[in-house]
């Protein structure tokens, strides 16, 4: 055989190889997509692939995530915000979410949340599976590897984790559901909204001298914040989000004034909810959270709605809603609308079925059993007041054998759309499904 | 540093590439290198003292040549292997030694020496005795002294073997690095093949088998009957699978830059009685027994009840090879006496009609029940290599008579982590590998058969293969990965 021709069957051997390895490649990235640590959320996905412009950037941790709504912002204001925060996200790895999301867009301002800015020394306090969801849907660039090499240091699961998912998570097999497998597409626009309610004990408000910083890791990486906002130009905002008196005690508190100030003096705006903007706002520890320290939506409105209001007025803020270049957002407001109607068969208790229906297009009719167990269930009595609905007593055939029934229906054309029946637990003291 | 780390998940293939590269005459020196690189990964000194058996064991070599050519006696011989197995016998030994003269001197003479904590080289027991059949070889005129420092040096550290083996003959591995391999796709295909099978075996199968025996047999008190029978299945299942993975691995990882290693296991599994079970089992040790010890002893030449004399010194050292304790020499010898007895009460087998031979006779349930119980001889016999000690092992004997076997139907399982995905995964993988062994036997050769299925097939089975792994594999953060049970020999 000639010389050129057992030259060009190596050659194709090596591009069958290469060809090889680049299937196995791409099929050990899709495992390792599917096992990723995700909770069935792929809203920093969505945010990272779409290319939008936006007001408003909010970040921090749950405390932020299930604080503010930006659908409300949009309905209520016609502003566009998107909400990047993500449960126990220290602000350390905020940072990096920040500067991935500073390379995507320019919004007018991003708003942070005091609660995770420690001051403590050499520790990132934030839970190895919750730094993954922090981080992993970040594009891959140098950001990324930057922040994974940072977080990589905090846990003994070394970069090897962070980097490949397969490694970390391929163990999720057993637990893999629908959501691992399709990708739900959420328009949310990143809150993760509570629609239960549950009491909060109100923090004791101090003067409002600020504490002395001692510069730990999470204040040196909020300064490194208000650096990276000020060559990008972009306004930070620091807010402290309201949240129970276990977590909002004395030295939270002058943490959270010195921060405000440094925040001032970098040109950034505070907006302190203190005692007297939780009066103006209305916030009732009784009903407006969703656990023992996250607010649900009723909070998550009125605090959201403030901080739009103080921004609109700063920033100028442009109300977008009437522009057809903001089409989209209405047809996103919309789409969520009927995702929420799609989602109530996942709510398994009264108040937070009702109250995911917290809207005017909706009408809601609730039918019990016996009327005197609804002011047993905390908050039922509040929620069925706020969406004015009046209970209706059935009898078992209405209610087929439970306790009780509720019934979403459109309130323009009456059109049936869900409906969910619950038992009453007396344990749990609460209108259940099971 | 573990085949199944991530280090080697770099070096070999960084190696193995660079190998081709490098010139022939420069390739013994490179391959040196890199096994010393990754020999010393574990530990600097354990580099110095296999350097020093290294040599010891070449200048050895020569000198035996020279003192053969001038028709020396063994006497010779036998204070140079005393002296080439002695830093294997002082590391490894002492302290069972001492053990032992504490618990004499101790009762007689109310005297007790204090214990002494050495190091245990990874792979000693197996170069030193890689080295011995070398020597042996040399004096008995099958080998020519290796005039090559670097050649003999890579002889014994050569990085696939220097750990758990297989142990290896210098007539079979020293000519191969005499020889430049040119790269074959074909032979780096069918030993990467090899090498994925070995990382099945001990990532989904070895590892999940021992996150249920180690819960069980480390708290054997709290666990009884069923739950000990059971591991004790699991453990011989365990044992075979993550050796059989390692040796798949290292011939592979030597494959691919084609060197070919003697097999360690030939579906020992199927054998049908002991003796034939041990001909399938850690091949390479159990070759160099025969021919370093057995044969020497006289063998089977010598009339029976010294046959079964050599068996049973055979088998004893067998076992303290594997580990210094007395339950590792009970579970040799307990080999040793199923083989001594089988043969015994072969007359009476053949009048029974329980003997192999005779077309009736050769029927799948008679082949069925000889294996199993081959099988469950071999079982038996690994409560005492599992067990820390031989009280420990008498111990777990008693428990598995405790009669609960509701416990594989009340759910009992699910909390040693055998829940039913984890179930099926594991009959999944044990039906495979079962099926694989199957097929061997009967001469069925899987690589070879798969390499004339089209491109495509091929690709989706290797593909499918590797994501299995990586999926279902115990590894990754959180997950201490034990090392291979042959390490520690």
């Known amino acids: 055989m000639p010389e050129h021709e057992n030259k060009s069957i190596n050659f194709k051997k090596i591009g069958k190889t290469l060809i090889f390895f680049c299937l196995l490649a791409v099929a050990i990235l899709m495992t390792s997509n599917l096992v990723r640590w995700k909770r069935g959320n ?47 996200e220290a602000i350390q790895l905020s940072y990096y979410v920040l500067k991935a999301a500073l390379e995507k867009t320019k919004p007018a301002a991003v708003v942070i949340d005091t609660y995770r800015i420690s001051d403590d020394p050499g520790t990132i306090n934030q839970e190895y ?28 699961q070394g970069l090897l984790s962070f980097i490949s998912s397969i490694y970390a998570f391929h163990d999720r097999y057993s637990a893999l559901e629908k959501e691992d497998f399709v990708r739900q597409v959420t328009y949310d626009k990143g809150a993760y909204i509570m629609t239960n309610i549950c009491p909060a004990e109100p923090p004791v408000f101090y003067d409002k001298t600020p504490g002395k910083l001692k510069g730990g890791e999470g204040v040196s990486s909020y300064r490194k914040i208000l650096e990276l906002c000020k060559e990008e130009k972009v306004i930070p905002v620091l807010i402290n989000i309201p949240t129970n ?98 989602l109530l068969s996942e709510k398994t208790e009264a108040v937070s079925y009702l109250l995911l229906t917290d809207d005017p297009v909706y009408s809601q009719r609730v039918y019990v059993k016996k009327p005197d167990l609804i002011e047993k269930h905390y908050g039922l009595e509040k929620a069925l007041s706020v969406l004015g609905i009046e209970a209706i007593e059935a009898d078992s055939d209405i209610v087929k054998g439970f306790d009780m029934k509720i019934e979403i229906r459109d309130a323009e054309t009456d059109q049936w759309l869900a409906e969910q029946y619950f038992l009453f637990n007396t344990g749990q003291s609460q209108f259940v499904t099971e | 540093m573990n085949f199944h780390s991530f280090q080697y998940l770099i070096f070999f293939p960084i ?59 063994n006497r010779v011989l036998i204070p140079i292997l005393i002296f080439t197995f002695l830093p294997l016998v002082i590391l490894k030994y002492s302290s069972f030694f001492l053990q032992n003269i504490n618990m004499v001197t101790g009762r007689l003479l109310h005297v007790s020496f204090s214990p002494i904590d050495l190091i245990l080289p990874a792979g000693i027991s197996f170069y030193t005795f890689q080295a011995v ?68 075996l001990k990532l989904v199968v070895a590892e999940r088998l021992a996150g249920y025996v180690n819960p069980v047999i480390n708290d054997y008190q709290k666990y009884g009957g069923c739950y000990l029978i059971l591991a004790i299945i699991f453990f011989t299942f365990q044992l075979y699978l993550d050796f059989e993975s390692y040796s798949c691995i290292a011939i592979g990882s030597a494959g691919v830059m084609g060197f070919e290693l003697f097999k360690n296991f030939n579906q020992p599994f199927l054998g049908m009685s002991m003796t034939g079970f041990w001909r399938r089992w850690h091949m390479s040790l159990t070759n160099w027994f025969r021919d370093y010890l057995y044969i020497p002893l006289g063998g089977n030449r010598k009339g029976k009840a010294k046959q079964y004399r050599n068996i049973l010194i055979v088998f004893g050292v067998s076992g303290l090879w594997h580990g210094a304790s007395w339950n590792y020499v009970v579970w040799g010898l307990l080999n040793g006496f199923y083989q001594v007895i089988g043969m015994l009460l072969k007359p009476f087998k053949e009048k029974v009609g329980f ?135």
């Open chain 2, 355 to 489: 003997a192999s031979g005779g077309q009736k006779r050769d029927v799948f349930s008679r082949r069925l029940l000889k294996t199993l119980c081959t099988f469950f001889l071999f079982g038996f016999s690994l409560i005492f290599f599992k067990a820390p000690s031989f009280m420990t092992a008498i111990r777990i004997i008693k428990g598995c008579t405790v009669w609960n076997p509701w416990v594989f139907f009340d759910g009992s399982m699910s909390a040693l982590g055998m829940t039913a995905l984890e179930t099926a995964i594991l009959v999944i993988s044990l039906a495979i590998v079962v099926a694989v062994d199957i097929m061997h036997e009967k001469g069925i050769h899987i690589r070879e058969r798969l390499s004339y299925q089209e491109t495509w097939f091929r690709w989706v089975l290797i593909i499918c293969a590797v994501i299995t792994i990586l999926v279902f594999g115990k590894y990754g953060p959180g997950y201490k990965a034990s090392d291979f049970i042959y390490f520690k020999f």
């Open chain 1, 129 to 156: 599976s919750f730094a993954h969801e922090t981080l992993d849907a970040l594009p891959l660039g140098r950001t990324k590897l930057e922040a994974y090499k940072y977080a990589a240091s905090f846990y003994e």
């Open chain 1, 245 to 342: 008196k276990g977590l909002y005690q004395k030295s939270a508190q002058e943490k959270t004034h010195a921060l405000m100030e440094e925040t001032r003096a970098a040109g950034g705006i505070a907006i302190d909810f203190d005692e007297e903007r939780l009066e103006k706002i209305g916030l009732d520890y009784d009903y407006d959270f969703g656990d023992a320290s996250h607010l649900n939506l009723f909070g998550a409105d009125k605090v959201g709605l403030e901080v739009a209001a103080e921004l609109k007025s700063a920033l100028s803020l442009v109300d977008h809603r009437g522009d057809p270049a903001y089409a989209q957002w209405q047809e996103d407001a919309e789409k969520w609308r009927q995702q929420r109607i799609e």
């Open chain 1, 42 to 88: 792929y809203y920093k996905d969505e945010f990272f692939e779409k290319d939008r412009s936006y007001d408003l950037l909010f970040f921090g941790s749950s405390h932020m995530h299930e604080g503010v709504d930006p659908i409300t912002l949009w309905e209520e204001e016609g502003i566009t915000s998107y909400n990047l925060a993500s449960s126990g």
């Open chain 2, 133 to 200: 059949g070398y020597l042996i070889d040399v004096w008995k005129g099958k080998q020519k002294a290796e005039k090559d420092f670097l050649c003999y040096a890579l002889f014994l550290s050569f990085f696939p073997l220097i750990m758990s083996g297989p142990i290896e003959r210098a007539g079979h591995l020293i000519p191969q690095f005499r020889e430049k391999h040119r790269f074959s796709a074909e032979k780096v295909r069918d030993a990467l093949l090899l090498m994925v099978w070995g990382f099945f």
């Open chain 2, 15 to 73: 190696v193995s590439f660079l190998y081709y590269l490098v010139p022939g005459a420069a390739s013994i020196i490179y391959l040196l290198l890199a096994s010393y690189v990754f020999y010393i990964q574990s530990d600097w000194t354990y580099a110095v003292i296999l350097l020093l058996v290294t040599v010891w064991t070449y200048a050895m070599g020569r000198y035996l040549e020279r003192r053969r050519d001038k028709g020396g006696s």
